[in-house]
């Protein structure tokens, strides 16, 4: 991958992860910060599963992005809320 692919891929990601937050229904409890870094991963991810899976343009590359950042930002919701809930309980 080129310079300008990952350049792309950074700024891409930024708007999958916001993308990506407003397709999970319900609130989400991660911040704005880590769904955007999400976004990142899922850009580059869901452009590796596209360019695997498919030999098709950038659409279908930006709907399986967008998929995959929001089962990233899922699951690691569901990661961060129960570490958030345990650690708001107990006393020091």
């Known amino acids: 991958m080129e310079i300008t692919g990952i350049i792309s891929a950074i700024i891409v990601g930024l708007i999958i992860g916001a993308l990506g937050r407003l397709v999970v229904p319900g609130k989400q409890h991660l911040p704005i910060w880590l769904t955007l870094v999400l976004g ?29 950042a929001a089962a990233i930002v ?10 958030s809930k345990g650690a708001r309980g107990r006393t020091v």
């Open 40 to 68: 990142i991963v899922a850009a580059f991810v869901g452009g590796w599963i596209a360019a695997g899976l498919f030999s098709a343009g950038w659409i279908i590359t930006l709907i399986v992005q967008i998929l995959v």
């Open 74 to 83: 899922y699951l690691a919701d569901g990661f961060y809320s129960r570490g």
